[in-house]
């Protein structure tokens, strides 16, 4: 379901079902849908026996090779004679044209010195960290791609006062050092979710709960309460942007990133990408004259950006039509449109 954009394949709804925008569950996807289509051109190339059988064995080459492993779209890495912007090169790790969007992740940003040459706080950063000064538990939650793990890693350098390039190794939960306040990155990477949430419901500390909502209502259901009265109170509240829940005696506030207008920061993100000191190292190349990617960049900057003005009115025209593009989707647009891969 929540590849149904990826160009794979496609929904088809059951008859008089509408199309659905976010799930809670299984339940809701096997009673609105039918079944998925694979897109024709890819289903007639694996249809084909001997593309099937070319992928099994580069698959297994892959797999059994003793030697260094190799992404099918590894970063081209600069030696010293390379002339190449370094900038360039940390763009092409973000688009996924090749199937490779690994640089687009919050785990990758979290290790890049070049994050800070394109970060944006989120709106949603402050509020989640004032919130949690005064002990009040959050939940934070909508689509993969929406930028929830990067959000909690905003709120973790708030917290413990680190620069954006400072390099950080994630774990499943942070705790802050000198505060009463947990990060639990990402909800489905814990095993012992309740015991998680006996933690939550019972120690002093405040916790922000990063997680799609499958796994959120998974853990609440197993509360101890009415199962069905907690998840329908849940599905109500992530119908919201901003909704409220309790549990045990014990308030969350929850945020979905799925209902906000996520285009107004991808904006300021990409006019940081096109900000002169990324490219300066062009400036002294000798193939600035002729070479594309700097004439892209060029174009999208003169006419006080109307370049880029026109391209988020065709973003703004596909959400008002009802197709919203996650932030890691819009980012990887945005890369692409630059560097063609090149």
Not at 53 to 67: E, F, G, Q, R, V
Not at 253 to 277: G, H, T
């Amino acid at each position: 379901f929540h590849l149904h954009n990826s160009g794979l394949w496609t929904l088809n709804y059951k008859i008089g079902k509408s199309q659905l925008i976010t799930v809670g569950g299984p339940k809701d996807i096997t009673d609105n849908i039918e079944y998925a289509q694979l897109e024709e051109s890819f289903y007639n190339f694996i249809s084909d026996s001997q593309h099937r059988a070319d992928i099994k064995k580069l698959i297994h080459s892959l797999l059994s090779s003793k030697t260094k492993s190799i992404s099918i779209h590894e970063p081209m890495m600069l030696n010293p004679s390379d002339n190449r912007n370094p900038f360039v090169v940390y763009l092409n790790t973000m688009q996924s044209v090749r199937g490779n969007n690994t640089g687009a992740l919050a785990e990758f940003q979290a290790q890049s010195e070049k994050f800070a040459l394109i970060e944006e706080e989120h709106p949603l950063a402050e509020r989640i960290y004032n919130e949690l000064r005064q002990g009040r538990h959050v939940i934070l939650t909508g689509h993969a791609g929406d930028g929830k793990s990067t959000i909690a890693l905003e709120v973790y350098r708030k917290f413990a006062k680190l620069p954006p390039n400072a390099k950080l190794a994630l774990s499943p939960i942070m705790d802050i050092t000198g505060e009463n306040i947990s990060i639990v990155k990402d909800l489905s990477e814990n095993k012992d979710t309740a015991g998680l949430l006996a933690q939550i419901l019972t120690s002093d500390r405040a916790f922000l709960l990063v997680s799609n909502t499958g796994a959120l209502l998974k853990m609440f259901r197993e509360s101890g309460e009415n199962k069905l009265e907690t998840e329908a109170k849940l599905l109500k509240e992530f119908n919201k942007e901003n909704g409220k829940f309790s549990c045990n005696g014990r308030e969350f506030s929850i945020y979905n990133l799925a209902k906000l207008d996520n285009l107004p920061l991808a904006k300021r993100v990409f006019q940081k990408m096109l900000e002169d000191a990324n490219w300066q190292h062009c400036q002294n190349c000798s193939c600035r004259d002729y070479c594309v990617i700097l004439r892209n960049r060029n174009a999208l900057t003169a006419n006080n950006g109307r370049g880029v003005d026109r391209i988020f009115l065709i973003y703004q025209r596909l959400l008002a039509y009802g197709q919203r593009l996650t932030m890691r989707q819009l980012i990887e647009h945005l890369a692409w449109t630059l560097t063609g891969g090149q």
